[in-house]
């Protein structure tokens, strides 16, 4: 069975300061898919990025970054410089690897991000 | 490009009653996959429909059913609604051309009294 942990449940943080949100996952596939979603309070899921579990380079898409470490079965997310627009609900989530369709998604408990000025 | 969008927005139910949830997959998307949200917590998954069959279904009893259309939009009913039924149901679609990748749509807060 696949599980998401994500052990932080609320962080507050004055805008321009880094904040790192944890993701620890397990599963018994060799290949799969992992993602953050972020969840504003309108609630709509939005799409942040998929890593493939044979990839584990990191990745910097402006000021986000994502590390991501197979030997931990951790997939953190850094927010560089926060700011207020970052405040919302953090989803790290897991899906076996694509087989045709999209696999379901097993989803952490969230970090809720509160960003103050 | 349409996204997912989904109605209605809100809803309010009394408990035993029955409801339908809507939602119009995103251009060119083939697979609808339905999720329940309670508060405070992670989606769940519900089921998915690929080319108007089931094709996956995560831990939820038989009284949540599920439709998909031509279109590929597509339906949530759950009968003998109960207090825990209370939520807000997400719906997602992806292609082939998304790969694993799915795209949310607003939601519908469900409240079961």
């Known amino acids: 069975a696949q599980k998401v942990t994500q052990a932080q449940t609320e962080i507050s943080v004055v805008e321009k300061e880094d904040v790192t949100l944890d993701c620890v996952y397990e599963?018994?596939?060799?290949?799969?898919?992992l993602f953050w979603y972020k969840q504003p309070p309108s609630g709509e899921l939005v799409f942040l990025i998929r890593?493939?579990?044979?990839?584990?380079q990191n990745e910097i898409s402006g000021r986000y970054s994502w590390n991501f470490q197979k030997s931990t079965s951790s997939f953190n997310f850094t927010i560089t410089a926060s700011q207020v627009v970052d405040s919302a609900v953090y989803f790290c989530?897991?899906?076996?690897?694509?087989?045709?369709?999209?696999?379901?998604?097993?989803f952490g408990t969230g970090t809720r991000l509160q960003v103050t000025l | 490009e349409t996204g997912v969008t989904q109605s209605p927005t809100h809803l309010i139910k009394t408990r035993g009653q029955q409801v339908t949830l809507r939602c119009s997959s995103q251009s060119g998307h083939n697979t609808v996959s339905w999720y329940q949200q309670a508060l405070g917590q992670g989606p769940q998954f519900i089921f998915q429909y690929y080319r108007e069959e089931e094709n996956g279904r995560g831990n939820f009893p038989p009284r949540f059913s599920g439709l998909q259309f031509p279109n590929y939009s597509s339906e949530l009913n759950v009968n003998a609604l109960e207090l825990d039924d209370s939520a807000l149901y997400l719906c997602a679609s992806s292609s082939r051309t998304s790969g694993s990748e799915q795209y949310f749509g607003p939601g519908t807060r469900l409240t079961v009294t």
């Open positions: 890593r493939n579990s044979f990839d584990e």
């Open positions: 989530a897991l899906s076996e690897a694509y087989t045709g369709t999209a696999s379901k998604l097993t």
């Open positions: 599963t018994r596939d060799t290949t799969y898919y």
